[in-house]
T-cell receptor
Framework: DAGVTQSPTHLIKTRGQQVTLRCSPK?????VSWYQQALGQGPQFIFQ???????QRGNFPDRFSGHQFPNYSSELNVNALLLGDSALYLC???????????FGPGTRLTVT | GQQLNQSPQSMFIQEGEDVSMNCTSS?????WLWYKQDPGEGPVLLIA?????ELTSNGRLTAQFGITRKDSFLNISASIPSDVGIYFC????????FGQGTRLTINP
């Protein structure tokens, strides 16, 4: 039973560029949530997708956007990258919106 | 917004000792979760709690959902070297809110 997978593992971008991160949920899960984790901090909620729609959003600017596909996989897009966007981006999946979330290994984004 | 206060921030213990950490919040949650995160990896779910007062065990780990629904604790008995890592509590109402983490170091 495959767990949550994310790609790529690492990414280096330049300020002002755009980036797309990808996530495949655990088998049988239909809800995907995205988190940003800065070094030494707990994960911060970005947004959650269910039935291909954004259902909840944390305190992140509109530069952060996402998408969920019919197969429940998801993408996180960040536009106009800032140095402060450097972080570990985590994807988590769950069976329905209010059940426990299982995390992927993350994508380490470095903005230079 | 919702915030979780997790303590202690770090612990240095001897192998074989018991460990206790807790989380408190000013907000009510309907689910409490405990995760462990190793360097460079995503958090791994250890225990999920769904009812106020619930006490749940997973091997040497025991966690409780506080009666007020505003707190939770995690105990680890007879610590071993592989317990080293960062432990996060997380409360869920509509979204998941994480504590700042407890870094556990074990002296052999």
């Amino acid at each position: 039973d495959a767990g949550v997978t994310q790609s790529p593992t690492h990414l280096i971008k330049t300020r002002g560029q755009q980036v797309t991160l990808r996530c495949s949920p655990k088998s049988g899960h239909d809800t995907v949530s995205w988190y940003q984790q800065a070094l030494g901090q707990g994960p911060q909620f970005i947004f959650q997708y269910y039935e291909e729609e954004e259902r909840q959003r944390g305190n992140f600017p509109d530069r952060f956007s996402g998408h969920q596909f019919p197969n429940y996989s998801s993408e996180l897009n960040v536009n106009a990258l800032l140095l402060g966007d450097s972080a570990l981006y985590l994807c988590a999946s769950s069976l329905a919106r209010y059940f426990e979330q299982y995390f992927g290994p993350g994508t380490r984004l470095t903005v230079t | 917004g919702q915030q979780l206060n997790q303590s202690p921030q770090s612990m240095f213990i001897q192998e074989g000792e018991d460990v206790s950490m807790n989380c408190t919040s000013s907000s009510i949650f309907n689910t409490w979760l405990w995760y462990k995160q190793d360097p460079g990896e995503g958090p791994v779910l250890l225990i999920a709690l769904y009812k106020a007062g619930e006490l749940t065990s997973n091997g040497r780990l025991t966690a409780q959902f506080g009666i007020t629904r505003k707190d939770s604790f995690l105990n680890i008995s007879a610590s071993i070297p592989s317990d080293v890592g960062i432990y996060f509590c997380a409360g869920q109402w509509q979204k998941l809110v994480f504590g700042q983490g407890t870094r556990l170091t074990i002296n052999p």
